[in-house]
């Protein structure tokens, strides 16, 4: 990805990185960490598999959409911001640059240190004749029964390859004199999901500890399997096909069913690419695209392996050594020893960080409320939600007690459509009120509310958060949750689930920050007040993190503000479509981008107010989608205390230059190296806020 140049920055007013590029380089910051010797090395490992996770869902669905726009007509075409034909071809361009880089990085990298580190990734060529031995038993005993080898022939005019799913294409030959007859093709897919994992340990001998790819244990195994053969030459191939959902939001409709059919319908969306081994034969990847209709517009060189993203189940041979020092969940400072989370938060708010600090108190304060008699109803708004859900249970059990539940259930939430779906139906069978048809909007807020009836008088706590009610993801997404029961939010809180519940936007929202309603406004009011500021000679400045920053009318007033001197420091982890440091245009931005352990989840939006500093946690990045098309929450911080953890947070990761990158990627090299950390040294300033006494430490549930 290159910045504008100042040539081009003359031709065009304001400059705009090209959004796919912008993400195919975050996605580059991913490998970088697998290349990091710094980094433990099963830990590099797992991020060659994030990188590979990440570009299958891109090809899934942002090159598929590319697609799309370039099946559309000419004129329509040209009202665009990007020529789709042109951002194809630079995609296409920079994800094959990316995908050698990758192969040189497992090669020349990752292998050779693995067998340093007495871990031998075996091929079928390597195996002594033990091994060989074991592996053929492995072969008959596990892996064979589950293997349906599909002969192709003249008959077959379609075969149709499973989305994501890793085949073998087999090259076929008989034993005859001659030796003259035409080669078979088979294709085989090979049973990762019935394995359950895409490897298969080795017996360990002396201290060397074997592993193989259960791709090489089928290759070593093709005689035996296809035993009126006597040569193979086996390839792999996989599919990505079009993962975005075709779905027309309706003010009426069954919106569940329509995500189901949609659903389905993905299984057997086109193909966005065929990824093939670039030594497969050309006459072998002609009978596979003959017989898949795949053309060569789809076809995508890669390796001899595919969906490195199995490398997630790479076996850890029970080596903590090569993994990250574990970092164990801390107790909040003062929540842990408050024997209810609804008393206690009506004594004051509670800001909890993920995740450095635990889950459970989300969890407890679902619990709890399912189980106080004196709470009459819950709202909470799902996105993504773990499989085994504890807070989607807490609330099947308060609606089968009786409270007035109401849920948000986002059906749209991509990828995890599945699992929503589940707990809808588990929701509404106990009575609780479901709410997923929401026209033309996706509620991505991440909010609950809670009411008690105190002596007559019902009082409403409240969940604010940037991260999902997900257990699972919470140990890996760093995000901040606010717990609240301020009459200023809470009001505003019971505004928004009204809404859901009667579609009314005439509803006034005094304090949050809610998309599409006033967010934009007031983050524009926010900026042209620094703006003014800046022009009258006080001091000015924003910092603004998010996971990501497209949405051009926001870029352009940060470029106004930058004009006005004001200074804006961006950390956005993600995609950034803004180009700093463009004189007379952006030199007062800069931007920095954090990838380390965590996922850096969290939106913070700081503005300086001469002095009086406004500080507002969001939901939303400043995406149009997000700003425009979706059902985002912003809350302000009004707890000094709270505002002193946030600020302490971000001015780390201000400091950070051992994971902090520039905009093209380079790492952050100041002039004074200080080694600071960002996520080691948050961890360590939240363990010091823990009163002396408490046992900092507690494992999640």
């Known amino acids: 990805m290159k910045p504008v140049t100042e040539t081009e920055h003359k031709k065009a007013q304001e400059p705009f990185i090209n959004r796919e590029l912008s993400w195919l380089a975050f996605n580059y910051r991913v490998l970088q960490e697998a290349k990091d010797k710094r980094v433990p090395l099963l830990e590099r490992v797992k991020f060659m598999a ?112 499973h989305d994501q799913t890793v085949y073998l294409a087999i090259c076929l030959s008989e034993p005859t004199d001659e030796n003259t007859k035409p080669a078979k093709v088979a294709m085989l897919e090979i049973p990762t999901k019935k394995l359950g994992s895409r490897f298969v340990k080795l017996p360990t001998v002396d201290g060397q500890r074997y592993v193989m790819f259960i791709d090489d244990v089928i290759r070593y195994c093709l005689p035996h399997l296809f035993p009126a053969y006597n040569k193979f030459e086996a390839h792999a191939v996989k599919v990505s096909r079009d993962a975005e959902l075709d779905i027309e939001e309706e003010v009426s409709g069954n919106m569940m069913a329509k995500i189901m059919r949609s659903l389905k319908k993905r299984e057997n969306g086109y193909p966005a690419r065929l990824l093939y081994d670039p030594e497969t034969p050309q006459a072998l990847l002609g009978a596979i695209m003959a017989h898949t209709g795949v053309t060569e517009e789809e076809l995508v060189e890669g390796s001899k392996y595919h969906n490195f993203r199995d490398f997630f189940g790479f076996p850890d041979f029970n080596m903590p050594d090569f993994k990250y020092k574990p970092q164990p969940t801390l107790v909040h400072p003062w929540l842990e020893q408050e024997p209810n989370m609804l008393e206690a938060i009506k004594k ?49 059990k308060a ?200 996922l850096e989840h969290a939106r913070v939006y700081i503005f300086h107010n001469n002095g009086k500093e406004e500080y507002y946690i969001a939901s939303a990045d400043w995406m149009t989608r997000n700003l425009n098309r979706r059902i985002e929450v912003g809350f302000p911080l009004l707890q000094p205390e709270l505002v002193e953890e946030v600020q302490h947070i971000i001015d780390l990761q201000l400091t950070d230059d051992t994971k902090t990158r520039n905009i093209d990627n380079s790492y952050v090299q100041p002039p004074a190296p200080t080694n600071i950390r960002a996520q080691y040294e948050t961890y360590n300033y939240l363990r010091s806020l823990i009163p002396e006494g408490i046992n900092p430490e507690r494992k999640q549930e």
């Not at 042109?86 to 050779?112: M, S």
């Not at 889950?359 to 939600?385: C, G, H, N, Q, W």
């Not at 949750?481 to 009001?491: P, V």
């Open 399 to 598: 609606a089968k007690r009786g409270k007035l539940v109401t849920v948000v259930v986002e059906l749209k939430a991509r990828f995890d459509e599945e699992s929503n779906i589940f707990w809808a139906g588990k929701l509404q069978k106990a009575g609780a009120t479901v709410i997923f048809d929401i026209p033309d909007l996706k509620v991505h807020s991440k909010l609950g509310l809670i009411t008690r009836n105190e002596n007559g008088k019902l009082i409403n706590y409240a969940y604010l958060s940037t991260g999902n009610y997900n257990e699972d993801t919470a140990t890996t997404y760093a995000d901040h949750a606010l717990f609240t029961s301020d009459t200023r939010l809470t009001k505003d809180v019971e505004q928004v689930f009204n809404f859901f519940i009667d579609r009314q936007t005439n509803k006034e929202f005094k304090h949050l920050l809610v998309a599409p309603f006033n967010m934009r406004e007031r983050f524009v009011e926010l900026i042209d007040r620094e703006i003014k500021n800046a022009k009258k000679g006080l001091p000015a400045s924003m910092t603004l993190k998010m996971n990501a920053l497209q949405d051009g009318r926001m870029i352009k007033k940060l470029y106004k503000a930058s004009q006005a001197g004001v200074k804006v420091q961006l950390l956005v982890r993600g995609i950034c479509c803004l180009v700093p440091g463009v004189e007379g245009l952006s030199e007062n931005i800069t931007v920095r981008s954090i990838v380390d352990r965590y």
């Open 348 to 396: 004051r708010d509670a800001l909890v960080h993920y995740p450095y600090q635990s889950f459970d108190y989300v969890l407890r304060l679902f619990r709890e409320a399912a189980d106080d008699p004196k709470v009459t109803a819950m709202s909470a708004t799902l996105y993504r939600v773990a499989n085994n859900s504890a807070i989607a249970k807490a609330l099947v």
């Open 50 to 161: 994030i990188f590979s996770s990440n570009l299958d869902e891109y090809f899934k669905v942002r090159v598929a959409t590319l697609k799309r726009l370039i099946k559309l007509k000419k004129k329509t075409r040209q009202k665009l911001s990007d020529d789709p034909t042109d951002t194809f071809e630079q995609v296409i361009q920079e994800v094959k640059r990316q995908q050698e880089e990758f192969g040189k990085v497992f090669r020349e990298g990752i292998l050779p240190d693995l067998h340093q580190a007495n871990i031998h990734l075996l091929t079928e060529h390597d195996l002594n004749a033990e091994q060989g031995k074991w592996v053929q038993q492995y072969f008959e005993e596990t892996l064979q029964p589950l293997l349906l080898p599909i002969i192709l022939d003249d008959t077959e005019t379609h075969l149709f390859l």
